[in-house]
């Protein structure tokens, strides 16, 4: 289980062993084994003698806190300053910078949530663009930017501050050139992950042909058995492709759980006006909540 190296070793010398072996993915199961659970003196031995391992252990001790995210975000400055400073393309560092970025979200939203403000997601938004231009500014580190720019995007859409994408996702298209981005050697999940909220802005945006091109993507590279991911995916897909004439079959859209696309994507597919527009009204609030009813009422 992920708890296993805490019984035999220190949150240290586990981290340093894992470092050694460039196993990022042992990384981050080992960070992820620190939520939710308090720390043992034993897991805390030897946390200073390494300053992304001593932010971690003062994030872990501190909990769901102010000063848990404040900790929490100075490991994840170290850790991209570690990252700028390889030699080589240091992919192995990626997966554990997705828990890095992806728990202070977590976090953030918690202690926000409990005062009914936006103010911990608003100051780690000021955070997370600043590791992005930093990483964005060098060619061989803009991968890990566009770990930092998934955590911008989230915390744009639930900020309700979608116009703020549009100015990250060009910034990347620009960087990336004419050849566009190559996803090919990064972790499986960032580029879903960033094609699926890519996409999502785009169909926000009313780029449908764009927003049907990054979420195809997404949905072609999410792994059959994340079917929670591969609902939300087609949540925003199956509008762009019924807007561009593309019919999903019933059945496809019971197994995803995509049940109340059925009727409306019935009623597009023969031209039933009166059905359409009562299938509109029926779910006008869902769709206005997910942003997509726009593109379906354009249909």
Known sequence: GLHHWRYCSSLAVSFRKLCAAKDGKGLH?????????????????GSRSDEVVAAIAAAWQAGETEQGLEALCTALRKWCARYLDQKDPARWMLVPMLWLCGHPRHVSGKLDAAKGAGR??????????EMFQKLQRDRDRREGALVVCCELLRLYFRLGQASQCTFLLAAV???????????SGLPKSLGVTLYFLWGKHSVLDGNVIEGEEKLSW??????????????RILMYLVPCRLRLGRFPARSVLEKNGL????????????????????????????????GTFLVVEKL
Request: glycine share 6%; charged share 30%.
């Open 173 to 183: 298209s620009q960087a990336a050139g004419v050849k566009g981005l190559d996803l």
């Open 29 to 45: 199961r080992l960070l992820r084994s620190t939520e939710g659970t308090t720390p043992t003196s034993k897991d805390l031995e």
């Open 120 to 129: 911990h997601q608003e100051k780690l938004v000021e955070a997370l663009r």
């Open 259 to 290: 049940e109340n696309f059925v009727g409306l994507a019935a009623a597009s597919s023969s031209g039933e006006v009166r059905r359409f527009n009562k299938e509109l009204e029926r779910q006008e609030m869902e769709l206005i909540d997910r």
């Open 218 to 231: 997404a949905l072609a590279n999410c792994p059959p058995k994340a079917a929670a991911n591969r609902r």
